[in-house]
């Protein structure tokens, strides 16, 4: 039981370790180490957090969220997030992770601001 756990924890952390060497190379973000993690800004503003284990956070704003409601819900692995806009996603695989990326898109052009 304890491999199988093991094994399943790092492959979720692989994940996320994966989405963010993707993340890096996005002209739009900017890289920001934290205490607790990494963080990508885009137009000065955070948009995604990720703490190091399955879980990441994305600012996807209340209007999105909104207007998102019932797909979000639907899908059980994103859920509301500790921060008002916020959403938290568990990234366990390929699937999960280009869902995050596209939704990553979604969050850098709802938080561009007026030019």
Do not use: Y
Request: aromatic share 4%; glycine share 6%.
């Amino acid at each position: 039981m304890a491999v199988l756990r093991t094994h399943a924890s790092r492959r979720s952390t692989e994940g996320v370790e994966n989405v963010a060497a993707q993340l890096v190379r996005w002209p739009d973000l900017a890289l920001k180490r934290t205490r607790k993690g990494l963080g990508f800004r885009a137009d000065g503003r955070e948009i995604v957090r990720m703490s190091g284990d399955h879980t990441a956070q994305l600012l996807l704003t209340k209007p999105v969220i909104d207007r998102w409601a019932r797909v979000l819900t639907d899908c059980h692995r994103i859920t509301p997030g500790a921060d008002a806009g916020w959403v938290s996603m568990s990234i366990e695989g390929r699937a999960d992770a280009e869902l995050f990326l596209s939704l990553v898109s979604v969050a850098i052009k709802v938080n561009q601001r007026s030019r």
